[in-house]
């Protein structure tokens, strides 16, 4: 077992926040004995619940101070001006709700259900940019979303099992999450493969095993994605739910550089409205 002993050293740990650790295990569900229920609530939690019902302008990848040197620097400069992020007119706000999610509150009756990454979260985009705000408004329904910035296809599937009983949406959206992802729990915090730089990958080694590069291996991915969609599927049939699964692949219309958030580091506008478009296709020809 890879048992990590220092947290500072893994980069863009959710759970880290101004040197404190939100400790979910002991804070939530107490220490020991912990019961399947007690599990489950652990699974349906936000990585984002330290910002539960705050509003910010800037969050993860798209930070004010990654903004700044992006404009000091000629060709991200260039990349932000392209895709129009120098416009003062663009307000982008992160409104999290009772529970920790870019999303509207879940006492309001929910209808259609989103879940995925943070191409769904939609970091770097306002919500009316974003292809499942765009679908939310569309369709006239409140902005319902379990997406979580890092996600895999495990916690995908962790937070689909907790949250369709409780909501009981008519749909679940799932745009898909990259598949060589993998997440896993140390303790009382998530890690994941997306932390790493594939140096650090390849580094960690049990033996002459390389376990965390060996994860992501394609037969491994496929098999994770392969084996949480049977079970996302179980849970929304048990629950009269319709699941809509989109693929992560891109358009192939737009260049990378063509289209992207904020940050330059997600899908921008132009890719969004290309998935809103495939959703709607989906749904009116599911109907």
């Keep these: 077992m890879i048992r990590i002993n220092n947290r500072k050293v893994l980069k863009k740990d959710p759970f880290l926040k101004k040197g404190k650790k939100a400790d979910l295990l002991h804070n939530k569900v107490g220490k020991a004995r912990l019961k399947q229920d007690k599990w489950q609530e652990v699974w349906g939690l936000s990585t984002h619940y330290e910002d539960r019902n ?41 409104e999290f709700n009772e529970h920790g999610f870019r999303s509207e509150s879940f006492e309001k009756k929910c209808k259609v259900l989103f879940n ?38 495990q916690h995908v599937c962790q937070r689909t099992l907790y949250w369709i009983p409780k909501l009981k949406p008519e749909i679940m959206i799932i745009h898909e999450p990259p598949i060589p992802r993998f997440n896993w729990w140390d303790q009382e915090t998530v890690v994941s493969t997306a932390q790493f730089t594939n140096d650090e990958l390849l580094d960690c080694k049990i033996n002459e095993s390389r376990p965390l590069i060996d994860i992501v291996d394609d037969n491994n991915s496929l098999w994770y994605r392969h084996s949480m969609k049977m079970l996302i599927g179980k849970i929304c049939d048990d629950n009269d739910v319709q699941l809509l699964i989109m693929s992560n692949k891109r358009s192939g219309i737009y260049s990378r550089h063509d289209d992207e958030a904020r940050d330059l580091k997600h899908r921008g506008p132009k890719e969004n409205e290309w998935l809103f478009k495939k959703v709607m296709q989906k749904i009116d020809k599911e109907k």
């Design 54 to 94: 705050q509003t910010t302008k800037w969050y993860g990848t798209d930070n004010k101070y990654d903004f700044e040197v992006n404009k000091r620097v000629t060709s991200s400069r260039k990349r932000l001006e392209h895709n129009g992020w120098l416009d003062k007119n663009i307000d982008i706000t992160y």
């Design 116 to 153: 995925g990454c943070s191409e769904t979260m939609g970091i770097g985009l306002p919500l009316h940019m974003m292809w499942a705000g765009k679908v939310a408004q569309e369709l006239d329904v409140p902005y319902h979303s379990i997406a979580c910035a890092g996600a895999d296809w």
